[in-house]
T-cell receptor
Framework: DTGVSQNPRHKITKRGQNVTFRCDPI?????LYWYRQTLGQGPEFLTY????????KSRLLSDRFSAERPKGSFSTLEIQRTEQGDSAMYLC????????????FGPGTRLTVT | KQEVTQIPAALSVPEGENLVLNCSFT??????LQWFRQDPGKGLTSLLL?????REQTSGRLNASLDKSSGRSTLYIAASQPGDSATYLC???????????FGPGTSLSVIP
């Protein structure tokens, strides 16, 4: 069990470019969550998957954001036409689909849009 | 709508002091509550999870309590150390099929 991993750890991009982040959950965890965190705030929920099914999406997830989890394993979060307001830490977490549904977080991807 | 608040926003204490961090939530119908630690620029580390049927959980120098009826949880840190300096976040899960809602965190500094 190597924990939740995220790549890349840091991404600097110019406004208008597309970016994609990857999250690899703990093996056998069938739930996967994406959060966004800005400085001084707690993480805000974006979306989550149970296996390959995307069960909920936050209103924060505009049409420029899309997430996938093919085959219920790793997940990708893509942001199209990035804006400066997208600059944040993007966190991924996973949990077993069994009580108590404890979430384990990855190290995050820091996105800076210039 | 569930809202989670944490008081104080920041706390500075001398090494060795015992301290309490507070977390409040508006909807008492929760499934569990989790306390996390976050170091600057890093991800979150789970410290303690309290299920709705439990009153408290302990791990080492940490003790977390839960009072669902009043919508409150506290994290007690005994004999604080400089290595405890970090941001502490609480998060509530409403149902087993719901999302986790985080508080804004308490930034703790333990002065040697």
């Amino acid at each position: 069990d190597t924990g939740v991993s995220q790549n890349p750890r840091h991404k600097i991009t110019k406004r208008g470019q597309n970016v994609t982040f990857r999250c690899d959950p703990i093996s056998e965890h069938n739930r996967l969550y994406w959060y966004r965190q800005t400085l001084g705030q707690g993480p805000e929920f974006l979306t989550y998957f149970q296996n390959e099914a995307q069960l909920e999406k936050s209103r924060l997830l505009s049409d420029r954001f899309s997430a996938e989890r093919p085959k219920g394993s790793f997940s990708t979060l893509e942001i199209q036409r990035t804006e400066q307001g997208d600059s944040a830490m993007y966190l991924c977490a996973s949990s077993q689909g069994l009580p108590p549904y404890e979430q384990y977080f990855g190290p995050g991807t820091r996105l800076t849009v210039t | 709508k569930q809202e989670v608040t944490q008081i104080p926003a920041a706390l500075s204490v001398p090494e060795g002091e015992n301290l309490v961090l507070n977390c409040s939530f508006t909807d008492s119908a929760i499934y569990n509550l989790q306390w996390f630690r976050q170091d600057p620029g890093k991800g979150l580390t789970s410290l303690l999870l309290i299920q709705s049927s439990q009153r408290e959980q302990t791990s080492g120098r940490l003790n977390a309590s839960l009072d669902k009826s009043s919508g409150r949880s506290t994290l007690y840190i005994a004999a604080s150390q400089p290595g405890d300096s970090a941001t502490y976040l609480c998060a509530v899960l409403k149902t087993s099929y719901d999302k986790v809602i985080f508080g804004p965190g308490t930034s703790l500094s333990v002065i040697p």
